[in-house]
């Protein structure tokens, strides 16, 4: 759970740094006269994005490596317990 | 590499053909423009570069259009679009050209993965017999290059550039065409001073399309380093995450630490 909070505070900050660039390329394209009005929305995106992009590569790392002991707890877990030795009946005495 | 199972198996000749094709393009594109003896030149210099097997050929021959196009630009079409004119609209020998020279640059890097070598050499691994050197100072043998074979070439690579350099030349004329200011505007009035007025209306479309451009290959390069990720080994991955630890940590790290060492001191 903790991986998944993470992913999508990434993909979330992601999205909104790829707006933020959008919005900079659609301000430039719109208003040709005033390019340097852009740049700090430019920095924004990339800062954002940048921000976005680094949880999410830190959270699928720690995904990935924690899958392996996951997975042995899992298999641990789903195994089937060990039965209690039968005790002997005293008729077989 | 492997090894190619397609039926229709791919040779050196094929590439120099489509290479030659490309030229061909190029060659009609800017006769349509009027250009003739420099057209003739850059064409020429392009077929040395297809049957001589030139490391540098691509360069000569972009080298050759910018030249063929600029020469135009100004003693043609600059005339008639006046000083400070923003520029013409792109035409279909535009789209000709830019296809032509971009699939001519693919197919002429095939060409240089199997005359030359694939990879950048290892000056480590060296086999053969020595080649003689400038008053016999150390006679090494010679770089092992390693060379891509006709076999590991797919048939569905020139089908694939066929249809991908088209979408992607239209993609390039349409981004242009896209972000060119209107007719009359100034595009420098925000920058400090009177320095606008100084740079011609053009520049400011170029500048506008560069730095999209790098807008796009950064956000690409970073999309692309987020998609290695998901094929990470869980090893890899646990080193990846060890080293974000101490990046980000390590400074309460060795402040605890020396509070530690000022404890013991004590």
């Known amino acids: 759970m903790r991986f998944w909070i993470r992913e999508i505070g990434g993909w979330l900050l992601v999205l909104a740094g790829l707006y933020f660039c959008l919005a900079a390329v659609s301000m430039v394209v719109s208003r040709p006269s005033f390019p340097l009005s852009a740049i700090h929305l430019t920095v924004i995106g990339i800062f954002v994005f940048r921000g976005g992009i680094h949880l999410l590569k830190v959270s699928l790392a720690a995904r990935l490596a924690t899958a392996p002991i996951r997975q042995s707890i899992a298999a641990k877990s789903s195994a089937v317990p060990p039965t209690r030795p039968q005790r002997v009946a005293a008729d077989e005495w | ?266």
Not at chain 2, 60 to 75: A, D, I, R
Not at chain 2, 114 to 131: F, I, L, N, Q, T
Not at chain 2, 144 to 152: L, T
Not at chain 2, 201 to 229: E, K, M, Q, S, Y
């Open chain 2, 1 to 266: 590499m492997n090894a190619s199972n397609s039926p229709v198996r791919l040779r050196v000749w094929h590439y120099q053909f489509w290479c030659g094709a490309c030229l061909a393009v190029v060659f009609v594109a800017q006769l349509s423009q009027g250009i003739f003896l420099t057209n003739v030149l850059v064409f020429l210099v392009g077929l040395l570069g297809i049957v001589s097997r030139l490391r540098w050929g691509v360069l000569y021959l972009m080298v050759g259009v910018g030249f063929c196009q600029s020469v135009h630009f100004f003693m043609t079409e600059r005339p008639t679009l006046g000083w400070r004119a923003v520029s013409r609209d792109l035409d279909l020998h535009d789209f000709l050209l830019a296809l032509g020279v971009l699939c001519f640059a693919v197919g002429y890097q095939r060409l240089q993965g199997m005359w030359h070598h694939a990879w950048p050499s290892d000056p480590r691994e060296r086999r053969g017999k020595p080649k003689p050197t400038f008053l016999w100072m150390r006679p090494r043998p010679p770089v092992v290059d390693h060379r891509r074979r006709d076999e590991h070439l797919r048939s569905s690579e020139i089908v694939k550039i066929a249809f991908f350099a088209p979408l992607l030349v239209l993609a390039g004329v349409m981004l242009f065409t896209f972000v060119r200011p209107a007719r009359g505007v100034d595009v420098w009035l925000d920058f400090p001073g009177n320095l606008g007025r100084f740079l011609p209306p053009g520049l400011g479309h170029f500048v506008l399309l560069f730095w999209i451009f790098l807008l796009f290959i950064w956000l690409t390069r970073h999309v692309l380093d987020l998609w290695r990720f998901w094929t990470l080994p869980p090893t890899t991955a646990r080193l990846y995450v060890h080293d974000q630890i101490w990046n980000q940590l390590r400074g309460e790290q060795r402040r605890i630490a020396r509070w530690q060492a000022w404890r013991n001191l004590q």
